[in-house]
């Protein structure tokens, strides 16, 4: 029997995000409608996708399909940079795609050169407005979600950033715990993490996949996880993780992998 998390973490408009979530990029068209089905189908109930990725209308679509009540699923979107003055008209577009009123959470997707302050203020205003819960970033430094904090009086909620065993850093997370922002990561399955003796040791022992310990490792650190598929097999096995606990000697192993690549 599949076994899904259901952990969540507290947002500062007092929603909570799933830590368990479906990344969708780089699905795209009728493959991109039948994962996010097949996710939904399993028990996933936190879907992640961006202006983008072009797969809005079929994450969308999927969604439909699951049957599911809209307040079920934690709906995540992003802007690109650059869209200060047509933040509005972008999520508009957003909201038809996915065939939703609002959005959960909506980010800010990357920076270019620095923290855009008149963006932000945009998607405070649609915070304001009731078209999104929460709103955060995406692969912005600590000192960047300061400067919007600062401008604005509103901290972004998530900052979404890569995240494995080699760029683990205690720091970094002590940072956004401090101001209460919730970190997801994402990638954290490439770059050779699954080939890792000390991860597959892990896996062997416990019994699971060596995906399946590092979606518990992150999961054990309170960061959100957003592993992908395309195949339904593996969409379940990676979210079969409810009842997988490491050792506080595994968790160390893992985090010993920081800098090492």
Sequence with gaps: MTSLPTT????TSGASIPLLGFGTWQITGDTAREATAAALSVGYRHLDTATVYGNEGE??????????????VFLTSKVPPGEAGRAREVLKTSLELLGVDALDLWLIHWTEGGADRNLWAELVQAQADGLVRDVGVSNHSLEQVDELAHATGVRPSVNQVKWSPYLYDAALLAGHRERGVVVEGYSGLKGGTLDEPAVRAVAERTGRTPAQVLIAWQLQHGVVVLPKSTRPERIRENGDVGDLVLSDDDMAAIDGLAGSR
């Design 8 to 11: 969540t973490a507290p947002l």
């Design 59 to 72: 994450v969308g679509a999927g969604l439909a399909d699951s049957g599911l009540a809209r307040e079920d």
